[in-house]
């Protein structure tokens, strides 16, 4: 948390824009995930991430804090339902000095960093989407790897477990670039993956539910990822989508004069 608003404050780029709305996910959904690429960026603020940690259990030692059972995800209302009566005090305060020091630490990081280039989280969150795919003998998903016609496609949804917070999200993203792009014929929603439609014809979903998604409508076209905020998959795919529509729409505009004469 304390390296994302480092990011917010300090940041430069697509990475300062973005850092605000991931601190939001990973403080209130509990997806830690989603600090990872901003960490590649600098790998300098894995030393944040430690010290952050260190200064965490060390409070929680000294006040006697923990909880019940394991937060899971841990969103901040997940740790708050599994403290104690007795350890809130404990369990907040090992949060804020943790928070404190990572945020120092990375600001410090960041203000002192020679990198004079925007920060591209697009590229890192793909650099990330590699590494755990190389990890498990896959090569990553994007949206250029999509080879088949998508000049049918009019319907697209980014489906999760509960269809609800990060694809809603994600959906919310990919629907804006659509709409600016002009491509007025294709609706994105999102949705739960069992209640996915069977007229659906693109699905977006997260790596590890990617092939529920595809037993549950194989007729449609699959794009795996793994960051629901991943703008530059998003992009890429809009880019996709225009250029495939483009030729339908030449040749409509084509047919119209001899329609006229007609």
Same mark, same amino acid.
């Given at each position: 948390?304390?390296?994302?608003? @480092?990011?917010?404050?300090?940041?430069?780029?697509?990475?300062? $824009?973005?850092?605000? !709305?991931? @601190? +939001?996910i990973?403080?209130? /959904?509990? +997806?830690?995930?989603?600090?990872?690429?901003?960490?590649?960026?600098?790998?300098?603020? +894995?030393?944040?991430?430690?010290? /952050?940690?260190?200064?965490?259990v060390?409070?929680?030692?000294?006040?006697?804090? /923990?909880?019940?059972?394991?937060?899971?995800?841990?969103? &901040?209302?997940?740790?708050?339902?599994?403290?104690?009566?007795?350890?809130?005090?404990?369990?907040?305060?090992a &949060?804020?000095?943790?928070? %404190?020091?990572?945020?120092? &630490?990375?600001?410090?990081?960041?203000?002192?960093?020679?990198?004079?280039?925007d920060?591209? +989280?697009?590229?890192?969150?793909?650099?990330?989407?590699?590494?755990?795919?190389?990890s498990?003998?896959?090569?990553?998903?994007?949206? /250029?790897?999509?080879?088949?016609?998508?000049?049918?496609?009019?319907?697209?949804?980014v489906a999760?477990? @509960? !269809?609800?917070?990060s694809?809603?999200?994600?959906?919310?993203?990919?629907?804006?670039?659509? $709409?600016?792009?002009?491509? *007025?014929?294709? *609706?994105?929603?999102?949705?739960? &993956?069992?209640?996915?439609?069977?007229?659906v014809?693109?699905?977006?979903?997260?790596?590890?539910?990617?092939?529920?998604?595809m037993?549950?409508?194989?007729?449609? $076209?699959?794009?795996?990822?793994?960051?629901?905020?991943d703008?530059?998959?998003?992009?890429?795919?809009?880019?996709?989508?225009?250029?495939?529509? %483009?030729? $339908?729409h030449?040749?409509?505009?084509?047919?119209?004069? *001899?329609?006229r004469?007609?």
């Amino acid at each position: 948390m304390g390296i994302l608003m @480092a990011y917010m404050f300090f940041g430069r780029g697509s990475a300062k $824009q973005s850092a605000g !709305g991931a @601190a +939001i996910i990973h403080f209130l /959904g509990g +997806i830690h995930e989603i600090y990872f690429p901003y960490v590649l960026m600098n790998p300098r603020l +894995i030393l944040a991430v430690i010290l /952050g940690g260190m200064t965490g259990v060390f409070t929680l030692t000294i006040l006697n804090g /923990g909880l019940v059972s394991p937060a899971s995800p841990g969103s &901040i209302l997940a740790v708050l339902a599994m403290t104690p009566k007795g350890a809130y005090f404990a369990n907040i305060t090992a &949060i804020i000095a943790a928070m %404190a020091v990572s945020f120092i &630490i990375a600001s410090i990081l960041l203000k002192t960093s020679k990198v004079k280039e925007d920060d591209d +989280i697009d590229a890192a969150t793909r650099r990330v989407q590699d590494m755990k795919a190389e990890s498990k003998g896959a090569s990553a998903l994007s949206a /250029g790897d999509v080879t088949n016609d998508l000049s049918h496609v009019r319907k697209i949804i980014v489906a999760c477990d @509960a !269809g609800m917070g990060s694809s809603a999200m994600g959906a919310g993203v990919l629907r804006k670039k659509v $709409q600016d792009a002009g491509l *007025s014929q294709i *609706s994105v929603t999102n949705s739960a &993956i069992n209640n996915l439609p069977p007229d659906v014809d693109l699905v977006i979903t997260h790596r590890d539910l990617t092939e529920r998604a595809m037993r549950q409508v194989p007729q449609a $076209q699959h794009i795996s990822l793994t960051n629901f905020l991943d703008s530059g998959l998003y992009t890429s795919l809009t880019e996709r989508l225009v250029a495939r529509t %483009a030729p $339908q729409h030449q040749r409509r505009e084509s047919t119209r004069p *001899s329609e006229r004469q007609l």
